[in-house]
């Protein structure tokens, strides 16, 4: 039976259509999983900032899984890969000079492995090992992920201040999630504290560990059950520590703290908050706040849009430039289940990516997106 359904998932992973698949083997579902999505910005800076312009940015990812329980190996396995291409132009650098990051798939021209890792569950713990993504399960914000300014997915306070495993370039590691109960989950991850630079490992497949790279460290625990009576809410508080050689092979280290809230306040209502701290001694940017709000369902004959409107401020001391805020408001427009499209305007207050000082920056954007699940 196993070798059957091999056969089935190898059929639609190069492209077979599902119908002539299911023809030859109906009996239950394939323990293969196959995903295409592409993610396209138009952004345009018309004022401030380093210059006016326009340009375009795209991202694409192939994605397959295959679980061993489905396929009747061994039960709680889970094996996963995903390719990423990015291209195009740069707002931030090219044009805004925010800090932050005005658009989350701002990478250049690179083609890489972003993700390959196999995660194992055993009860309530589940252990993952391989190329990982730090904010695919540490520091995330689910009303936050509606926006695409790159500080409502990982704080700006993680990104700037250590070497971390996110998008585009990740690294090896080891995370472990405990399911203590509905209510509460504590997971730990410990990655390479020196990700191999695309200089030098340009499709991100070739890994080197060594002492001198060091490592991240970072624990979480998640209270998943609402304060609000009726509500859903998610509330998260973690912590990094991180040590690592610099090039002339002096020792680094570095820490922080961090806080995620996303609750609900209504059916079509929700609102987020993240907050990030790290001593002011090691780090210009040293403290992070953001907050914004969800909204679902606001109006009745298009129940699946997304609008929210989101503030972030990245704090930056020692430096002659400043702070920075970014001022985001967004409206997630579906066409159907697989294809959307996405006003977004955003105002930064600020640009603090440059060692020039700049006028505020007004950005817009027109982001579209598609996504196949298992070729249908």
Partial sequence: MRYKWIITGLIKTIGISSALAQGQITENKSPFSFETSYIGDIVSNFRGGIK??????????????????????????????????????????????????????????????????????FGKFDISLGLQDLNANYATSENGALFTN?????????????????????????????????????????????????????????????????????????????????????????????????????????????????????????IFSQVGFSPKSLNHHNHYYSLGIHFLKLFYCRPNDQVGLAVAYAGIDGNSIGSETAIELTYKFYINKNIYIKPDIQYIINPAGTETKLDNALVGFLRFGINFNNLN
Wanted: glycine fraction near 10%.
């Fill in 150 to 270: 790159s500080s409502f997915g990982i704080h700006s306070s993680i990104a700037d201040n250590i070497l971390s495993p996110i998008f585009p370039l990740t690294a090896l590691g080891v995370s472990a999630q405990w399911n203590i109960s509905d209510s509460y989950l504590l997971e730990s991850a410990i990655f390479d504290g020196t990700p191999d630079d695309f200089e030098k490992n340009p499709y991100n497949t070739e890994w080197t560990l060594s002492k001198n790279q060091g490592f991240l460290a970072v624990t979480e625990f998640q209270l998943k059950k609402s304060l609000l009576k009726g509500k859903t809410g998610s509330y998260k508080f973690g912590a990094y520590y991180h040590q690592h050689c610099d090039s002339i092979d002096a020792e680094q280290r570095n820490r922080g703290i961090y806080f995620v809230v996303d609750q609900q306040i209504s059916e079509g209502i929700s």
């Fill in 52 to 121: 006016t312009g326009t340009t375009y940015l795209g991202l694409a990812n192939i994605k397959a899984g295959f679980d061993t329980e489905t396929a009747d190996f061994w039960k709680g396995g889970q094996f996963f890969i995903n390719f990423g291409n990015t291209h195009g132009g740069e707002p931030s650098a090219s044009f805004v000079g925010d800090f932050q990051g005005v658009s989350n798939i701002e990478a250049g021209d690179l083609t890489f492995l972003y993700e390959f890792w196999y995660k194992q569950s």
